[in-house]
């Protein structure tokens, strides 16, 4: 199950969209080595499409790395907040991504990141490959945080208390499953679908943050529990955190990267 457009926008309204860079953002040194990593992938030069933009931490990198970057969200909240750093090489649409109002081969690259969780990611991918010009790329990318550390436990926690609560429950397609996904519509997998390392760094976190993240359904895969479950499912993981770590506001060194997974366009794209 994915939220409906109207829940989608409604849960990125003016409070998210304050809190979004703070929860979500990457570091000023980290953030340009994105920026470069996904306007080298894309050639120099190219015009990219990215969809579910939000508040610009992958667009703005970006366009500073040279790239030229039109950014389409539903939020107008998210897009209000990024309008005010907007750059002349960046443009942005607001617009259902289910939805995309472009021409065939109007882009030479695509970029997702933590936003086909919140739509029929199979209906986006389909109209990107149809978007992208033959040649051209599509940028699967996403937060990758150490599964050992803390924060990794953490979520395992919250996997295993929803899997005990729910009766029944649809979790989003992770990244090897829209990989699959890409693949079988017809993209043309880069260095066989495996992720690559954009860059690695160290980040300072404590056990109350990532609670709070998960709570407030900045987290993937809250974001798809029904209000009553995430209640009852915080309380078990608040409980477990609790018996863990004495200090919950302390905070502890984790491992993170943002991580990516190419595919081009075939010549002989279906509709292409």
Request: glycine letters at 10%.
């Amino acid at each position: 199950m994915h939220p409906s457009s109207d829940r989608l926008d409604y849960r990125f309204d003016d409070r998210v969209a304050v809190q979004y860079d703070a929860l979500r953002g990457h570091p000023p040194e980290v953030s340009p080595r994105i920026g470069e990593a996904i306007a080298g992938l894309a050639g120099s030069g190219a015009r990219i499409l990215e969809v579910g933009v939000g508040t610009g931490r992958i667009a703005l990198p970006t366009v500073s790395a040279g790239g030229d970057v039109v950014g389409v969200d539903l939020s107008a909240e998210m897009l209000r907040a990024l309008a005010g750093r907007e750059q002349p090489n960046l443009a942005l649409v607001r617009g259902d991504i289910t939805r995309l109002p472009f021409c065939s081969n109007a882009f030479d690259a695509a970029v997702c990141v933590h936003v086909l969780h919140l739509v029929d990611s199979r209906t986006v991918l389909a109209d990107l490959l149809r978007m992208v010009r033959p040649g051209g790329v599509i940028v699967l990318g996403r937060d990758w945080v150490d599964p050992a550390s803390f924060a990794g436990a953490l979520r395992n926690a919250f996997r295993q208390a929803v899997v005990d609560l729910a009766e029944s429950i649809d979790f989003p397609t992770g990244a090897r499953g829209l990989v699959q996904q890409l693949s079988e519509l017809g993209g043309e997998p880069v260095y066989n679908g495996e992720e690559q390392v954009a860059v690695e760094w160290q980040t300072a976190l404590s056990p109350r943050q990532v609670l709070d993240g998960i709570r407030s359904r900045d987290d993937a895969e809250s974001w798809v529990l029904p209000d009553d479950l995430l209640t009852r499912v915080m309380s078990r993981l608040d409980a477990f955190a609790a018996d863990h770590w004495s200090d919950l506001d302390s905070t502890h060194g984790v491992r993170r990267r943002f991580v990516y997974s190419l595919f081009r366009v075939p010549d002989n794209r279906p509709g292409g």
